[in-house]
Every structure is written in structure tokens, then in C-alpha cells.
């Protein structure tokens, strides 16, 4: 296989967003493939990145790990702050106080589809 814009050189690899056959002189090296000079190379980096990201996202590869979610730690945290203000409420004035109260169940409700979406999907965000 030649390089697409030198037909009479040979093509050292392929680009990796438009996968055309590239010469050493056409090709730039992105790290982890080539891309045109000039053409593809911003675009690789970017996919790399992109890459990179959803990587981190889905907690994949390097970036796997135990911990809960940030998402579901913030879940936790907030129902267990809304709690403790609406048992610190009820404490104090032996009144129900309703407001910290529907939060506080909001909040735990979320936390709940927090933690099995997180387990269900792996995702973590
Ligand atoms: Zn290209
Ligand atoms: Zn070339």
C-alpha cells in the first residue's frame, strides 16, 4: 500500500480518524497511532482525550477502582446531613419538621438509585 497523496512512496501505517495510508512524511505520530500531518492530528488528539475520558468515566482499564462513586458519596452526604439537621430539629423542638424531613427522604431515595445505577451500569461519575 502507497501513500494516498505519494502514490509512489510506500505507506508507513494508517491514519487513525480517516484510516487513508500515510509516508513517514505524511503521517504525524500522536502518541499511540498516526494521523495526517496537518489534516487528522488535532482530531486524533482529541479522540484520544475523548478516550482518555471515558475511560476514566466508566472506570475502566488504569482507572478501575473500589471506591463508590463521587456521585453516590455525595448522596450519602447529603441525606445523612439532612438527617442529622431534621433528628437535631425533632431533638431540640419535638416538633416534626416536615421540610427537612421530605428532603432528607429525597435525598435518600436518590442515594439508593444512586448506588444501584452505579452498580448496574459500573459507571462511575
Ligand atoms: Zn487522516
Ligand atoms: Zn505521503
Excluded at 503521517?27 to 492530528?41: I, Q, S, Y
Excluded at 488535532?42 to 456521585?71: C, F, Q, T
Excluded at 438527617?83 to 429525597?106: C, H, K, Q
Amino acid at each position: 500500500m502507497n501513500c494516498y497523496r505519494h502514490q509512489s512512496i510506500p505507506a508507513v501505517g494508517l491514519c487513525k480518524t480517516c484510516f487513508k495510508a500515510v509516508c513517514p512524511e505524511c503521517a504525524a505520530d500522536v502518541g499511540n497511532g498516526l494521523a495526517c500531518k496537518g489534516a487528522c492530528e488535532e482530531k486524533v488528539l482529541e479522540l484520544n482525550e475523548m478516550w482518555d475520558r471515558s475511560a476514566k468515566i466508566y472506570g475502566v482499564g488504569k482507572h478501575k477502582s473500589r471506591i463508590p462513586s463521587s456521585g453516590v458519596l455525595l448522596w450519602l452526604l447529603l441525606s445523612c446531613a439532612f438527617w442529622f439537621v431534621f433528628g437535631y430539629n425533632y431533638y431540640r423542638s419535638d416538633e416534626i419538621d416536615y421540610g427537612t424531613l421530605a428532603m432528607a427522604i429525597v435525598f435518600t431515595a436518590g442515594l439508593g438509585i444512586a448506588y444501584f445505577s452505579a452498580r448496574r451500569t459500573g459507571l462511575k461519575c
